[in-house]
């Protein structure tokens, strides 16, 4: 093993807390029994990782591995960096028979093609899920396994989600899976989080949606718990109509955890009282981000409570309703994002 | 106020109030009286109302079951025989109740139900789905009626193909076709989505290796007893409408399996029943561990 083997592996080691440590090395798989006992997971981690370097050692192993237990490691713990989602346009007809071996065998020979030297990992993970590490190298240097990107799609879905991408890197990204999913272009989805369960639930619509119902609706049933008879409110009725309106904008039950969603505004100033900013012709430039730790349950929140107006406006319910986080707002209504991004392909 | 002697105006004047009061309960029991006999007939009326709303509900109740019995046995038979308007009457709240019902019942046994929204304006369908004689999920869609039919809002899964579905069928002369369309979809995707659960539960022995969101492709391992040879089963469902497969395929080792009169019959019985049940007759029948 080289310095830089290593010296990954340090580093991997560190970025683990401990309290996962044994269940990520029991999922790797790589270490036998006897192996296993010999570890002491009490240990201080840079007496842990001397240890482990040892058996890494013993065993002979290379990158291959060591990026093998930094991939399990990031399945199950996804949610550190932002992920950022696409969407395929314009499946081919056979889109929808592509089956796995096929997608690996594809996507692997054209990103080669297209970005060489490049070293790819797949793995298919229990919920139907495909896990792509990339590490990118040029003409001049090997492969860097310090920055990989992560790649993850669902078969006959048209959703890609990706981390750790950067902008040289993104043609060459979208080519490899436009070809080898059998679609003819891929485009920015506006849809960004720190949790990508978050944003996959959004996506492909895995939360408690709300239609309207002549039956007896469950939420109605849900809220007859009355603490104390006596007491009656005084506006029930407009409440569970506030209540209603909100779960029907944005969902019931648990909702996925979004952090932000932006508003560009290019729209022209309007404020009567304000004349030298109407009279200007160019549109007045801003941007609205909200923010918060579960951004879908805020809003709902305003909604139900009647911070916010019901009906919900479309400029919040657009969030879950076209699946996305970013938007620009122009005068004749609001307009595809993918304006400003660049899209390839 | 003591010490004031027995005699004097002001006790004079407190005697005078005591006497004024005294006058006054007499008119106040009165009016106490009317009262309560005003009570007692708005509580004669309120009786009367719910007599009538008895006899009423008695005499729909009527209508109703002859109104049955007549679409049972197809006969048109008078039955009532009061004025014209009352009976009239009757007769629409009986159908009205009918119609209710049957909408009911409808939404029961799982066909689709649609309501108006947003005071006309558009239109909420419900499109359950079963298998084997189960309920399975319900997919909704928020349908826009002005100025065109378009889908405003749903929950049906992004591996369906809706937009193309939309495209085929017109909404605006044939949504029934449509919807039959979709339904199609969506109950065949609950139907391969339920047996595959089931394959997981019920045969432990089996392993499943690959399999799909869509459910159209399914690679199960499985063990012929006597040599302890695995066999790699695949089940292609290439038409997304159906909860069978249309192409079932095995190999061993890498290599396509010899034909055999065995496994053809194993073949066909995959083709033609659904997976679970097929591998539950291949384990009695011995075929597979």
């Not at chain 2, 690959?210 to 459910?215: F, I, K």
């Amino acid at each position: 093993m080289d310095d830089s083997t290593r010296r990954f592996l340090q580093r991997l080691i560190r970025r683990i807390p401990a309290q996962m440590l044994k269940t990520t090395l029991d999922k790797w798989g790589r270490l036998t029994a006897a192996q296993k006992q010999s570890m002491d997971f009490t240990e201080p981690k840079w007496a842990f990782t001397e240890r482990l370097l040892d058996i890494c050692e013993e065993n002979g192993w290379t990158w291959k591995h060591i990026t093998e237990l930094e991939m399990t490691y990031v399945i199950d713990n996804p949610n550190q960096g932002m992920w950022y989602a696409f969407q395929l346009m314009d499946p081919e007809d056979d889109a929808h028979s592509v089956e796995l071996t096929h997608f690996k065998e594809q996507f692997k020979s054209h990103l080669s093609e297209l970005a060489r030297p490049v070293s790819v990992k797949m793995k298919k993970h229990a919920d139907e899920a495909i896990w792509i590490r990339i590490a990118w190298g040029d003409s001049f240097s090997r492969p860097n396994h310090q920055k990989p990107t992560y790649v993850v799609h669902h078969l006959q879905t048209p959703y890609v989600f990706v981390t750790s991408l950067t902008s040289k890197q993104k043609p060459l990204l979208s080519q490899a899976l436009v070809l080898s999913t059998r679609h003819q272009a891929i485009k920015d989805a506006s849809l960004s989080g720190r949790k990508l369960g978050a944003i996959r639930d959004l996506l492909m619509r895995q939360y408690q949606q709300v239609f309207p119902t002549s039956y007896p609706s469950p939420l109605a049933e849900r809220n007859e718990t009355v603490s104390n008879p006596q007491i009656e409110k005084e506006q029930a009725k407009s409440a569970e109509n506030r209540l209603q309106m909100a779960c029907e904008a944005f969902g019931d039950g648990m909702l996925p955890q979004l952090q932000s969603s932006v508003y560009k505004l290019e729209t022209k100033f309007k404020d009567h009282t304000n004349k030298t900013m109407t009279e200007r012709e160019e549109p007045f430039r801003c941007v609205v981000k909200f923010a918060s730790t579960n951004l879908l349950e805020s809003l709902r929140h305003c909604a139900s409570s009647g911070i916010a107006s019901t009906p919900v406006t479309p400029l919040l319910s657009s969030i879950p309703l076209k699946g996305r986080n970013y938007f620009i707002i122009k005068d004749n209504g609001p307009g595809p994002s993918s304006q400003t991004r660049q899209t390839q392909n | 106020m003591q010490g004031a002697s027995a005699t004097g105006v002001l006790s004079h004047l407190s005697r005078l109030e005591v006497q004024a009061r005294s006058r006054k309960t007499e008119p106040q029991q009165r009016s106490r009286v009317t009262e309560l006999k005003a009570a007692a007939e708005q509580l004669r009326m309120r009786r009367e109302q719910l007599r009538a709303e008895v006899e009423t509900h008695k005499n729909l109740q009527k209508l109703r079951t002859s109104m049955d019995k007549r679409r049972e046995d197809e006969e048109g038979e008078e039955g009532m025989d009061e004025d014209s308007e009352d009976s009239e009457l009757l007769r629409l709240m009986a159908r009205h109740t009918q119609l209710n019902d049957l909408l009911y019942a409808h939404h029961i046994i799982g066909g689709y139900d649609a309501i108006k929204t947003r005071q006309g304006q558009g239109l909420c369908l419900s499109l359950p789905t079963a298998y084997d004689g189960v309920f399975l999920e319900t997919y909704n869609l928020e349908i826009d009626v002005k100025p065109t039919p378009r889908i405003a809002r749903h929950n049906i899964p992004p591996f369906i193909p809706l937009s193309d579905l939309v495209e085929q069928s017109d909404m605006k002369t044939d949504i029934r076709a449509f919807l039959d369309t979709l339904s199609q979809h969506l109950n065949a995707l609950s139907g391969r989505k339920q047996q595959l659960k089931l394959v997981k539960e019920l045969h432990k022995s089996v392993e499943v290796m690959e399999s799909n969101a869509l459910c159209s492709i399914l690679v199960m391992m499985v063990t012929v007893p006597k040599e302890k040879t695995a066999i790699l089963c695949t089940l292609d469902y290439t038409d997304h409408t159906r909860c069978l497969p249309t192409r079932v395929h095995f190999e061993c080792n890498g290599k396509p399996l010899a034909d055999s009169p065995d496994w053809d019959k194993t073949r066909s019985l995959l083709l033609e029943t659904p997976v679970h049940k097929a591998l539950s007759t291949m384990r009695r029948m011995g075929n597979i561990v």
